[in-house]
């Protein structure tokens, strides 16, 4: 079983592509709740995921270290955590040290040491908290072997490996935990086995993204963010989209509107019939952006402090059931996980290709107007062709 | 080659390279074979009352072939006699003998017919199964919308307006990644040009003027025409400026990397005259190299004063062949500020060159743009200029692999002028090609009527577009920009680990 913990992609892919279940509820009041509900959910959907991945994301579960960044580290050698710890130590100023509790659990096998760190970085070279701890991850999970930083937010953090995600949960212990955004994730790897680190979420600093789907534009996207300083260390396609976000909406300040015109680009014939304005904005997206559409089927949950986003390609070959009931935005693979933990949703919707699902705290969640007239459609099944 | 006995007095060493029969009881002595041939190497001969042939003139073009009505014709490559040897070839030892007989530099056209390694050979290309849905084009959207241009690293949006804050430089759309290479108003006929240009336009792309100027006949398809400012600087003046879409500075070509160009005065007909905006019957010649260019620094003068010239509404191309050291220069050019770059490899093809050049300098286009797109990626400059490659592309499927190498677009010259009918016969140099493609001759010209030619040359690319789009939804891409610079759906066979590396490509099976 070494092998599923290996960090070395032994079959040279550059990339593992999966077919996944994903699942994310948001209280846009802000309000916590425990990790119940999207467990079962998830475990609903247990048969789009093979064991060989799941993971979570969790929002406002440290509220005693608010203003930390959160380091969750695996580590697959004793060596590579003396190693990352002296790194951290002369980076950081560690407030709290300690390792991530765990428990027995049915099909986790062999699991690497996982600590967390609730930490400040000491020295900015110039540049934000966030650029730092950017480049401080960077450097451990391309230069310190057997390593690997897989969460680093404030306020948050990702829970994630090897096995069905209800077996990830009580491994983690995530009962234990009190969040007001959650996003689930169960993988189906295909073309790697599965290991730790590449299982979803993908994060760098609050930014999560699960996916479902494969990124057949993954090279370019790859070789683009290259260029700003990014570079893929998880074989795994989905993290190009997690780098992605952060270039776009934290770097080059866009909207997730905007974000989403990028990585779903609207098709030249709709942006041929726009009005004058729009269609020169559209236009320039794609000349600046193009190198960071996402193309090929997918649908991905993007997370970040008091947002969760959902967006499927724009040609949407994978699916994705928006529900609604209250204050609580729902977004799932299948509808049925959505009735299933909420039986008295007020409504569900199935998202246009490339039109994106926002949720923000303190902004009351519903679908959006275009989406009216598929409410009744959405409510007896949502066909998708993942 | 015509072969012909140089100093009037000495017989050639030179053997006939190609035989023409004629099967008399299918022959109608009709003259048509005679008429089409400008090679004279077809006669009626009068005593026998049967079509007779100069073997010695034939280069093999095949028109008389096509337009016999009987198809009474055939050509057939003289068997080789030499005792076999794999060092003194027969093309050697023809090149030796000739020389001996002439003392001049050997001339030749088209591009090199040596047995370089054709990379894209090399190369197959990715399909989805099971994990990724391939995409039908027939049902799907598929997108192979290009924009030629400067690109920001970032575009800056106000989040309240949605007003664009940055300003970008001149966009080009073209609907298709392929465009006409250069090719000249004196290389080729006005008739071709005119063909060039209207396909370009029914194709919703480009085409590039080569170094001739532009005739005013033309000017009214400005908007889907390079001009072209080479070291002759032939028809440029401020109309030609800004009747183009883009302006590119030639550097160089990849048929003749390093030397000038030489259009015969016997060429320089009255129009070619005033287009290029010199004496009738004067050779054309273009030098090595831009005379005031002599540095990158001169280069970057260059550029900024085209863009001053055109009011900085038109990108401006800079054009370099392949040789050794391109990736360098390639940043040297981004940097001092061209929009795009435009390269052009070893296989480039000409309408005349000294063959010891076009056979023997520069290198493969694959390598060349290999090594260009990841070096301006290191340098992290890669989105400041578009990539454009050239040189013997003859497949969809090169230009499929040309783009997921790291090209924005493609250049096409030879396939464009084999859709008007020229066989490869390498005569071109001579102005006296029988399909009247590369002729100033009154006659021969009139033997391309632009309307047809261009039909035909905007279905080739019609076709290949066609061929793309299946090729990316085979993927699971519906736009062509995903495909662009990403190697991962090449895979290379037969290769080296090395020239894999160079490639940026992993083997067949990795």
Redesign the interface.
């Known amino acids: 079983m070494k092998g599923l913990l290996n960090p070395d992609n032994r079959y ?1 892919d ?2 593992s ?3 996944c279940s994903l699942f994310g509820m948001l209280d846009t009041t802000g309000r916590r709740f425990s990790s119940e509900a999207v467990i079962r959910a998830i475990t609903n959907m247990h048969d789009r995921s093979n064991g060989l991945g799941g993971g979570f994301a969790a929002y406002g579960i440290y509220p005693q270290y608010p203003e930390h960044y959160a380091l969750h580290v695996m580590y697959m050698s004793q060596a590579a955590k003396a190693n990352v710890e002296t790194y951290l130590r002369a980076e950081f100023d560690i407030e709290h040290a300690e390792p991530i509790p765990t428990s027995p659990a049915n099909g986790i096998v062999n699991p690497p040491d996982v600590w967390r760190y609730f930490a400040l970085p000491k020295q900015l070279d110039g540049l934000s908290g966030d650029d730092t701890v950017v480049q401080r991850v960077m450097h451990v999970n391309t230069s310190i072997a057997d390593a690997f930083i897989f969460s680093s937010g404030r306020n948050m953090g990702v829970f994630k490996g090897v096995g069905f995600p209800e077996a990830i949960a009580r491994y983690f212990r995530l009962e234990e935990y009190q969040g007001y955004l959650w996003t689930v994730h169960g993988r189906f790897p ?2 790697t086995p599965g290991w730790w680190g590449g299982a979803h979420p993908f994060n760098v600093l609050d930014w999560t993204v699960v996916h479902n ?2 990124l ?5 996207n790859r ?2 963010l ?3 300083g990014y570079f893929c260390t998880l074989q795994t396609d989905t993290e190009v989209a997690a780098y992605a976000v952060d270039l776009l909406v934290r ?5 997730i509107e ?1 974000l989403a015109k990028i990585l779903a ?1 609207p ?3 709709e942006i041929d019939r726009m009005p004058p304005r729009e269609r ?2 559209h236009q ?8 960071l ?1 996402l ?3 997918f649908t991905i949950i993007i997370a970040h402090t008091g947002q969760m986003i959902g967006l499927t390609d ?2 949407r ?1 994978r699916p994705l059931v928006a529900g609604v009931r209250g204050d609580v935005l729902y977004l799932s693979s299948e509808e049925s996980a959505i009735h299933l933990v909420c039986p008295d949703v007020e409504r569900t919707w199935t998202p246009m290709g490339g039109e994106p699902v926002v949720g923000t705290v303190g902004v009351a969640p519903g679908p959006p107007k275009s989406a009216a007239t598929t409410q009744a459609a959405g409510r007896k099944s949502a066909r998708g ?1 993942g | 080659m015509i072969v012909t006995s140089h100093n009037g007095h000495t017989k050639s060493y030179l053997k006939p390279r190609f035989r023409v029969d004629i099967v008399d009881e299918r022959c109608i002595r009709c003259g048509c074979c005679v008429e089409q041939c400008s090679f004279d190497s077809m006669y009626f001969d009068t005593q026998y009352q049967r079509i007779g042939s100069t073997d010695e003139n034939c280069v093999a073009c095949h028109r008389c072939v096509v337009f016999c009505p009987t198809q009474a014709i055939t050509i057939h490559q003289m068997s080789i006699e030499y005792k076999h040897n794999d060092h003194w070839r027969p093309d050697v030892i023809e090149d030796i003998t000739r020389q001996s007989e002439t003392g001049g530099v050997l001339i030749t056209g088209m591009g090199s017919d040596k047995p370089w390694t054709c990379y894209w050979d090399k190369l197959c290309l990715n399909a ?1 199964q ?4 391939s ?1 039908d084009p027939l049902r ?2 598929m ?1 192979l ?1 290009t ?1 030629l ?1 400067r ?7 106000d ?1 309240r307006t ?1 007003e ?1 804050k ?1 300003t ?1 430089g001149p ?1 080009v759309r073209i609907e298709t990644p392929i465009m006409f290479s250069a090719m000249s108003y004196g290389a080729v006929s006005l008739n071709v040009h005119e063909a060039l240009a209207r396909a370009a336009s029914l194709a919703g792309t480009l085409y590039n003027t080569g170094e001739g100027g532009l005739h005013p006949k033309l000017f009214k398809y400005g908007p889907h025409t390079i001009v072209q400012v080479a070291s002759g600087r032939f028809g440029v003046h401020p109309a030609y400026l800004d009747v183009g879409r883009i302006v590119e500075i030639k550097i160089g070509q990849g048929a003749k990397p390093g030397i000038g160009g030489h259009l015969p005065g016997e060429k320089v007909s009255a129009t070619v005259a005033t287009t290029r905006m010199i004496p009738q019957g004067t050779d054309a010649l273009s030098p090595a190299p831009q005379h005031d260019i002599y540095s990158i620094e001169d280069l970057s003068q260059l550029i900024h004063a085209l863009k001053e010239a055109t009011n900085y509404t038109k990108p401006i191309s800079v054009k370099i062949a392949a040789v050794h050291n391109s990736a360098a220069i390639a940043s040297g050019i981004a940097r001092a500020g061209a929009d795009m770059i435009a390269i052009d490899g070893i296989r480039g093809s000409t309408g005349a060159a000294p063959k010891s050049i076009r056979d023997n300098v520069g290198i493969p286009i694959e390598m060349a743009l290999a090594s260009v797109d990841a070096r301006l ?1 290191a340098e ?1 400059i ?2 400041q200029v578009s990539l454009v490659v050239a040189g013997g592309f003859r497949t969809s499927a090169d230009v499929v692999k040309a783009i997921a190498l790291g090209a924005d677009a493609v250049y096409i010259g030879t396939a464009a002028l084999i859709s008007i009918g020229c066989t490869v016969c390498q005569a071109c140099y001579t102005g006296r090609c029988a399909w009247g493609i590369t002729t100033t001759d009154d006659k021969l010209t009139k033997r391309q009527n632009p309307e047809i030619a261009a039909e035909r040359m905007a279905n080739l690319l019609h076709s290949w577009s066609h061929e793309i789009k299946e090729m990316l939804g085979a ?5 062509i ?9 090449l895979r290379g066979v037969g290769l080296t680990r090395a020239e894999a590396d160079i490639l940026g490509v ?1 083997l067949a099976g ?1």
């Open positions: 040279g550059d990339k592509s999966a077919a295909t073309n789907g494969e057949s534009s993954y090279g370019i070789r683009h290259e260029m700003f770097r080059h300040g866009h909207s905007t680009a098709l030249w014939s020169a904005l320039t997206l794609r000349q600046v952006y193009g190198s559409l193309n090929g089927p724009r040609i070959l062709r | 989805s099971v994990t990724n849905p995409i799907e959207p997108e919308r924009f241009g690109k920001p690293d970032r575009l800056e949006i989040p949605m664009m940055t970008m966009q990626r992290g890669r989105n993927m699971g891409i519906n736009s920009e995903s495909l662009r610079g990403n190697r991962l759906h992993r990795e």
